[in-house]
C-alpha cells in the first residue's frame, strides 16, 4: 500500500478541492449558524421554539430537495458543481446579512443548509469515494480535514468577531469569502478525473459483482438498519450545537468559554478520521459500522450532568472519535456494498435522511425547552437514542459481510 506521504503528493490536486468544499460548508453546518441563533432570535423576536420551528422548516424542506439535487453528483463534473454551489451559498450569506423580515428567513435557512450541509458535503463525498478505489478511506479522510479546520476555528471566531462587529457583517464576509473561493475551485479542477470512466476501469462493483441502482440499494436491510444512525448522529449533534449558547447560560458559563473547547474536539475528529481511514482501507467499512456511534452514548451522557465546562471539553473529545467514523464510514460502506456507479443518488438518500434529521432534532429540542423539558434530560434520552441506532446495525451488517465475503 502506497504511504500516506506518497499518495497526498501524487493525488493532492484532487485532493485539496474536496478539503475545501468541505471547509466552506461550514456557513450551511449549524456549529456555526448556532453561534448566532441567540443574535437571531434576539433581531426577529423568536422563542426558542419559534426559532427551532423555522430552523427545522428550512432545512427539512432541503432534506427533500437533496433527494433530487444529490443525483446531479452523478451527472455533473465537480469543477462546475462545486463553484455553482459556493456561488448559490454566497447569496444564501449575502441575503441573511441583509434580512430585516421574518417571514424571509425560512427560505435563507433553506438556502444554507441545503448547499451548504447538504450539497458542499456531498460532492466532495462523492468526488473522493468514486475517484478512489484502493485509498478511499485515506481520500475521505483528507477531504474530512477541511471540515475539521471550520469546525475548530469558525465558531470560535465567529463568537469573537462579534464583540467587535455587528452579527450580520460578519454573514456578509462570508458570503465575500464563498464568492472568492468558486473560481479557485475551478481552476484547481480545470483536468479533473473522469468519474464514469475510472469507476468501469477499476471496477468498483458492490454485492452480487454489479452496480445497485437507488431503488434496490434502499430496499436492502444494510441500508435499512443504518437510517437510525444517520439520522441520530446529525440530528442531536445538531441540537448540541443549535443550542451552545443556550446550554452556556443555563449552566452559567460564558459562551466563549464553551466554544473554546469545541477545538479540543476537532483535534479529536482529526485523528479519528485518519484512523478510520487507515482502518476502512484494511478492514473494509462494514466491519466498523455498528460501533462509531458508541463514543457518544458517553458524550452526551457527561453533557447531560457535566458541572463545568471540562467536562464538557471530555464529550466533545468523544464527540470528534464519532466524528470521524460518520466523515469516512457512511459513503465507504455503500461503494463496498452498493458500488459506485450509482453512488451520488444512493448517497443523496443519505444526505437527505441526514439532513431530515438535523432539522427534526432542534425543533424538537426547541420546542420541549418551550414546554418546559430540561434540557440536561434531552441530552440524556439522546445518549439512550444512539445506543440503540448502534445496535440495529449488527446483525444485518454482519449477515451483508459474510455474503459478500461468501
Given at each position: ?318 464527540m470528534g472519535m464519532a466524528g470521524g467514523g460518520m466523515a469516512t464510514l457512511p459513503a465507504s460502506v455503500w461503494s463496498e456494498f452498493f458500488g459506485t ?66
Amino acid at each position: 500500500m502506497i504511504s500516506t506521504a506518497d499518495f497526498v503528493k501524487q493525488n493532492g490536486r484532487y485532493l485539496l478541492p474536496g478539503a475545501m468544499l468541505m471547509f466552506m460548508s461550514c456557513f450551511g453546518q449549524t456549529f456555526f449558524i448556532g453561534t448566532f441563533a441567540a443574535d437571531i432570535r434576539t433581531h426577529f423576536s423568536l422563542s426558542h421554539g419559534g426559532w427551532g420551528a423555522i430552523y427545522m422548516l428550512g432545512t427539512g424542506t432541503s432534506a427533500v430537495i437533496m433527494l433530487w439535487a444529490g443525483t446531479l453528483a452523478d451527472r455533473i463534473r465537480v469543477r462546475i458543481l462545486g463553484p455553482l454551489m459556493l456561488l448559490l451559498l454566497a447569496s444564501a450569506c449575502i441575503a441573511l446579512s441583509q434580512l430585516s423580515s421574518v417571514w424571509v428567513l425560512p427560505f435563507v435557512i433553506l438556502a444554507l443548509r441545503l448547499t451548504g450541509q447538504g450539497m458542499l458535503t456531498h460532492t466532495a463525498g462523492v468526488a473522493m469515494a468514486r475517484w478512489f478505489a484502493a485509498s478511499r478511506g485515506r481520500a475521505l479522510a483528507f477531504a474530512t480535514m477541511g471540515f475539521m479546520c471550520a469546525e475548530a476555528i469558525m465558531p470560535l471566531t465567529a463568537v469573537s468577531l462579534k464583540t467587535q462587529f455587528h452579527w450580520q457583517w460578519i454573514w456578509l464576509a462570508a458570503g465575500l469569502l464563498c464568492l472568492a473561493m468558486a473560481p479557485v475551485v475551478f481552476l484547481l479542477l480545470r483536468q479533473e478525473r473522469e468519474p464514469q470512466s475510472l469507476a468501469k476501469d477499476e471496477k468498483a462493483l458492490g454485492m452480487e459483482g454489479r452496480n445497485w441502482s437507488r431503488r434496490e440499494a434502499i430496499q436492502h436491510p444494510v441500508f435499512l438498519s443504518a437510517i437510525p444512525a444517520m439520522m441520530a448522529f446529525p440530528a442531536f449533534a445538531t441540537v448540541f450545537f443549535f443550542q451552545q449558547a443556550y446550554f452556556a447560560e443555563i449552566k452559567g458559563w460564558s459562551h466563549l468559554s464553551l466554544v473554546a473547547v469545541f477545538p479540543l474536539g476537532t483535534l479529536s475528529f482529526g485523528i479519528s478520521t485518519l484512523v478510520y481511514g487507515w482502518l476502512i482501507d484494511k478492514l473494509g467499512a462494514a466491519r466498523l459500522m455498528p460501533l462509531y456511534l458508541l463514543p457518544l452514548v458517553a458524550a452526551f451522557t457527561i453533557h447531560a450532568w457535566a458541572p463545568t465546562v471540562s467536562w464538557v471539553a471530555v464529550g466533545v473529545v468523544l464527540m470528534g472519535m464519532a466524528g470521524g467514523g460518520m466523515a469516512t464510514l457512511p459513503a465507504s460502506v455503500w461503494s463496498e456494498f452498493f458500488g459506485t456507479q450509482h453512488l451520488g443518488a444512493i448517497k443523496a438518500t443519505v444526505a437527505a435522511f441526514g439532513v431530515l434529521g438535523s432539522a427534526l432534532g432542534p425543533g424538537l429540542s426547541g420546542w420541549m425547552i418551550d414546554q418546559g423539558i430540561n434540557y440536561q434530560s434531552q441530552l440524556q434520552g439522546f445518549a439512550i437514542c444512539f445506543a440503540v441506532a448502534s445496535a440495529v446495525m449488527v446483525v444485518p451488517f454482519a449477515r451483508a459481510r459474510n455474503s459478500t465475503a461468501a
